[in-house]
């Protein structure tokens, strides 16, 4: 079972891009689904997430320039980003927490990441 965010690429900043995450196992509804980025040199954090029930948490400087949403018929949950800024350059992931371990999506309790995609933002 993976997830495999893509989406990625260079953009001028101000400008948008769409990330996907796709899951290859069952019960993706039942899953809350978190957007990680980690910078060159910087620990991995959390910016956005999503939970079974759609409630959506940003962190950082995510709020009012991101969305998340999920599409649980797809088995795959977006990161929409707006106004680019070049401190958003980052390998972006994505993970899933289940019931189990209490829908947290802590960075520092995920496990299994899967590659990662690379958004860089040009001055």
């Known amino acids: 079972v993976q997830l495999q965010a893509s989406g990625g690429g260079l953009v001028q900043a101000g400008g948008s891009l769409r990330l996907s995450c796709v899951y290859s196992?069952?019960?993706?509804?039942?899953?809350?689904i978190g957007w990680y980025r980690q910078a060159p040199g910087q620990q991995r954090e959390i910016v956005a997430g999503?939970?079974?029930?759609?409630?959506?948490n940003y962190y950082r400087s995510a709020a009012g320039r991101f969305t998340i949403s999920r599409d649980n018929a797809k088995n795959t949950a977006y990161l929409q980003m707006h106004n680019l800024k070049p401190e958003d350059t980052a390998v972006y992931y994505c993970?899933?927490?289940?019931?189990?371990?209490?829908?947290?999506?802590?960075?520092?309790?995920?496990?299994?990441w899967g590659k990662g995609t690379q958004v860089t933002v040009s001055s």
């Open positions: 196992g069952s019960a993706f509804s039942r899953l809350a």
């Open positions: 999503i939970s079974v029930g759609d409630s959506t």
């Open positions: 993970n899933a927490a289940n019931e189990r371990e209490g829908w947290d999506l802590d960075v520092d309790g995920m496990r299994n």
